[in-house]
């Protein structure tokens, strides 16, 4: 058993334990998540996916936050036990305070507090994005000394973000960067749902992108000043060049379905790509890593690897199981802000918009 000493200048029982045990919960979205934490290493992380939404081609908020009613108990009461950590041996409860939607946010963030008090640990807020880039430094037995260095870029694209990060201190972020219209995953969303695929788009294009040609077509790309990315454009000419393409032959569509997807995958790669070596060619950086739903992309992983290879960089690319929502990035988010002793109080409200 770890000593254990209370200090009580502390609100809530502030544990000095030996170990740090963070609790974190996640519910910004469509997933209910649960993961815990212990001195930075991975016990457990508890993803429940909602697939009621399939049926209506994108997320529905009312239904969301049904669901994550349904699923936060359980999906915490499992978390813990394959952890194997009571919750009385909590340090304290990280959460998902934003972006997100609110009903859903609401669930997480109301779960968090009513779970803090009644065992009377500290909570910490997380913002959601910080939590995909902080994912990084989530620690894997003997690869310790494979996490990013400060200053780093990260990559951070998403169904509702696509931004470049410079990130010089795990609580001190910089957006060089940003979408100004569509972001990358909304866009792959978009013109998969144009091409009648199913939904989320992301994971279709991907897996038919393997069997295509991604010379075969060429779609147009932004001219942004800067480091920031526009995809709405390219969601129009692809949007349009379907449209001409199936006025002679009305199954174009079916008949070039990989070419397409390949050619569509990589103008985004290119896209994304581009601003992201000019951004560490003007910071002299090359320590890059990449985040969000969208680096689970096979094509963006691979433009990654050439590109260390090509210009030396030193690339971060998270396991699958971190790309999507899951709580292990709230955890080790909580982890070093629990170090810093930098708690929320209970009157903290949910945010569903909010920068990094
Ligand atoms: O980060 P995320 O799970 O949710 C938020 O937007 O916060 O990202 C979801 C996005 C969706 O647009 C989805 O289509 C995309 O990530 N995505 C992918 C892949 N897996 C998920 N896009 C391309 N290739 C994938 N393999």
Redesign the pocket.
């Known amino acids: 058993m770890n000593p254990t000493f209370i200090i009580t200048f502390a609100p809530f029982k502030y544990q000095k334990t030996m170990s740090t045990i963070i609790l974190g919960i996640e519910s910004?979205?469509d997933?209910t998540s649960a993961a815990v934490i212990k001195d930075g290493y991975l016990l457990s992380n508890v993803v429940s996916s909602q697939a009621v939404h399939e049926a209506y081609g994108g997320v529905v908020p009312e239904l969301a936050s049904r669901a994550h009613q349904q699923n936060i108990v359980p999906v915490v009461h499992e978390a813990l036990k394959r952890a194997g950590v009571t919750k009385e041996e909590l340090s304290a409860v990280a959460f998902t305070r934003g972006p997100?939607l609110m009903g859903s946010l609401l669930v997480g963030v109301s779960f968090a507090k009513g779970f803090a008090r009644s065992l009377d640990i500290p909570m910490i807020d997380v913002n959601?994005l910080t939590g995909?880039v902080l994912a990084h430094f989530i620690k894997v037995e003997g690869e310790e000394n494979k996490q990013p260095g400060f200053p780093f870029l990260c990559l951070l694209v998403?169904?509702?973000?696509s931004q470049i990060v410079l990130v010089k201190a795990y609580n001190d972020m910089e957006i060089l960067g940003q979408t100004i219209d569509d972001?990358a995953?909304?866009a792959?969303?978009k013109c998969s749902k144009v091409m009648g695929l199913g939904y989320?788009?992301?994971?279709i294009?991907?897996k038919l992108a393997r069997q295509g040609n991604p010379k075969a077509f060429t779609f147009s790309k932004p001219h942004i000043p800067g480091l920031d990315y526009s995809f709405s454009g390219l969601k129009t000419s692809f949007l349009y060049s379907l449209r001409d393409w199936m006025k002679d032959d009305p199954d174009f569509i079916e008949h070039h379905k990989v070419d397409l997807a390949a050619s569509l995958?990589a103008t985004i790669v290119d896209i994304l790509m581009d601003k992201l070596r000019k951004a560490a060619k003007q910071y002299k950086i090359n320590e890059v890593a990449v985040a969000?739903?969208?680096s689970?992309?096979?094509g963006?992983r691979n433009a990654f690897r050439e590109h260390a290879e090509k210009y030396g960089w030193k690339i971060f690319i998270p396991k699958f199981s971190y790309?999507?929502?899951n709580a292990a990035m709230i955890a080790i988010t909580g982890y070093m802000k629990y170090l810093d002793k930098d708690f929320c109080s209970m009157e903290l409200p949910a945010y569903s918009r909010v920068t990094l």
């Not at 998403?158 to 973000?161: A, F, K, L």
């Open positions: 910004s979205c997933d997100g959601h995909h998403s169904g509702g973000n972001a995953g909304e792959i969303d989320p788009g992301g994971p294009i991907d995958e969000g739903g969208v689970a992309n096979n963006l790309t999507t929502d």
